[in-house]
């Protein structure tokens, strides 16, 4: 017998009255009887606002993605929009990807904002995430909605919320949204729809969208080039499909092979494991059709299109899978190289990176002698900085988890321009004699050799959240003072806003918003971050090693040895 403690007891009686519908009740009622153990997982919390919006598992329940706490959700964030906005005509765009339900949810959601009286533009079927970013400045929209879970598994579901300037919330915002939402009770949200404050959009702003991307992603690459590129894409069952092979078309890339098991938009997403392209076997049907077909460059990009993973071939001609940190090197080099011989770099430009990517991005930063912005995981921090700071402009940016944004028209992860960019540079890079691989290995003789490693464990349920609260306790209370036989010379407590220079003991604050990280420095330049993810069940482990590579032809090796180290220091802290 599972022991159901009263307070989650009380969640489950609420949603026993008729604030919610007979089959709502009849469900409950059932997992009362049945299911003890995932009535307590299901109700044991409300859903939570993290790192990209809210994500949960489907269901019923305040800790699941259902029509209720997306519509408590809606509800609290129409009363807020009318608080920041008052005597103004309010609008709201909304779109969602291929997941389960994502369609019924999105009208669901459309529903509550029309019945309070908000004009709703829903897309006509599903669209990408950076789209949705676009599309909500483009029609000149108050806030906008997602529906999607990233490239969580097929159970999941979320909700991001993107605000005016087209980034998703950021402080002060999401605090207050959130307050609203919890003042809320279930039988205060307005489900009745006013129809005739939705309006139904797609080609006219796809059109738009595509065309900006290939205006923004487009780099004077000659028509030879593009026609000598030979792509391999898949969209890994995705919304991609709507978008990235239009655009590569529009920018004259004829020679675009897409994988065709992978090309039909499925929320199970049966041909992968997970459809997320940082895992290397999401591309792996990728990788064997352009072995097939002699391809030069893989792209492959998550269900809602914000995320991509490239491979390309390497020295040997063997396809390996670009992590984001390299990923984002190369593109945003191309672009700091593209500015400056146009003319127009200033040292007022910046990029902007993450605190848990490759600290390589300062070091370009300090070589093209511009600013490198750093904030918290998240684009939602990229996107702040370009509000921030109106008069710099905005190259471009990335993090770790395969991510990129080329200049500011998007204001999130944009998978779409990111390909188009990728190509760009690929085309250009084969049509001089070299090739992506090379290019980038001719950035770290330049450089310095950086080699990260990202290692995620999962800990589900009630167990696993105390468990990973646990491991972060114990890291705080007994910080690392030496890895592998390095000193540690720095830490950064970013829940804490305080960094500790270890050899002189003295301490600064962090302007950055508190976030529950650690990130330890050694004085040989290994940096190593613990963070509990925003948004799956698992903490996450970073790791970063650097050296300087002399010659190309010592990359192998000395690629190898960091590869070692890595190795050690995950051995060390017993990883």
């Not at 009849?26 to 109700?43: C, G, T």
């Not at 500015?339 to 770099?345: I, P, R, W």
């Not at 990229?382 to 402009?393: C, E, G, N, R, S």
Request: charge should be negative.
């Amino acid at each position: 017998m599972i022991y159901i403690e009263p307070e989650i007891l009380d969640r489950v009686n609420a949603w026993l009255t008729p604030s919610f519908d007979k089959d709502t009740q009849e469900q409950i009622k059932h997992m009362i009887a049945s299911d003890p153990k995932e009535l307590k997982e299901s109700f044991y919390k409300d859903l939570e606002f993290g790192t990209g919006g809210m994500r949960g598992i489907m269901g019923l329940g305040t800790n699941r993605i259902n029509k209720y706490t997306l519509g408590k959700n809606t509800q609290g964030l129409s009363n807020y929009l009318y608080t920041c906005f008052p005597g103004e005509n309010l609008k709201v765009a909304i779109a969602y990807d291929c997941r389960h339900n994502s369609k019924t949810l999105a009208k669901v959601v459309a529903d509550v904002f029309s019945a309070n009286n908000i004009e709703v533009h829903l897309f006509e079927d599903l669209r990408t995430t950076p789209e949705l970013s676009f599309a909500l400045k483009h029609l000149n929209c108050h806030c906008g909605i997602v529906l999607t879970a990233s490239h969580n598994p097929p159970e999941y579901n979320g909700y991001k919320v993107y605000w005016q300037d087209g980034g998703q919330l950021v402080p002060p915002y999401d605090g207050e949204i959130i307050e609203e939402i919890k003042r809320l009770d279930y039988s205060e949200i307005k489900f009745e729809a006013n129809e005739s404050l939705i309006n139904y959009i797609g080609k006219a702003v796809d059109d738009v969208f595509i065309d900006a991307c290939v205006k923004n992603g487009s780099f004077k690459t000659s028509p030879e080039a593009k026609q000598n590129l030979n792509i391999v894409f898949t969209s890994l069952h995705g919304t991609s499909i709507t978008a990235i092979p239009e655009t590569l078309k529009r920018a004259r890339y004829t020679n675009v092979n897409i994988v065709p098991e992978q090309a039909e938009p499925n929320g199970d997403f049966p041909t992968v494991a997970s459809p997320n392209p940082e895992e290397p076997a999401a591309l792996k049907m990728a990788m064997d059709l352009a072995d097939k077909t002699n391809s030069d460059i893989v792209i492959g990009t998550d269900p809602d299109s914000d995320r991509l993973g490239i491979a390309v071939r390497d020295l040997d001609g063997k396809m390996v899978i670009l992590n984001g940190n390299q990923a984002m090197i190369l593109m945003t080099n191309f672009l700091l190289n593209h500015y400056k011989h146009e003319g127009c770099l200033t040292p007022t430009d910046f990029i902007g990176s993450t605190i848990v990517s490759t600290p390589m991005m300062s070091v370009l930063a300090d070589a093209y002698n511009v600013e490198c912005k750093i904030g918290l995981t998240g684009f939602k921090w990229i996107a702040k900085m370009i509000k921030d700071f109106p008069d710099q402009y905005f190259v471009g940016g990335g993090e770790e988890s395969f991510g990129f944004m080329v200049g500011s028209f998007v204001r999130d992860k944009d998978a779409v321009t990111s390909t188009l960019l990728a190509c760009e540079i690929a085309a250009q890079a084969k049509a001089n004699g070299s090739s992506l691989y090379k290019e980038l290995i001719q950035l770290y003789t330049e450089h310095g050799l950086y080699k990260e490693r990202l290692v995620s464990l999962t800990k589900k349920g009630i167990e696993g959240a105390q468990e990973i609260k646990q491991m972060m306790s114990d890291a705080r209370e007994n910080p690392l003072t030496t890895i592998v036989g390095e000193n540690v010379v720095r830490v950064e407590d970013y829940q804490l806003s305080i960094a500790k220079n270890l050899v002189d003991n003295t301490t600064e604050n962090i302007d950055i918003p508190k976030s529950n990280v650690l990130i330890y420095y050694t004085d040989a330049g290994s940096k190593i971050a613990l963070r509990p993810s925003g948004t799956e069940p698992k903490i996450k482990f970073y790791i970063s090693v650097n050296t300087a590579l002399d010659n190309v032809s010592d990359f192998n090796a000395t690629e190898q040895k960091l590869e070692a180290k890595i190795d050690a220091i995950l051995k060390d802290m017993n990883l």
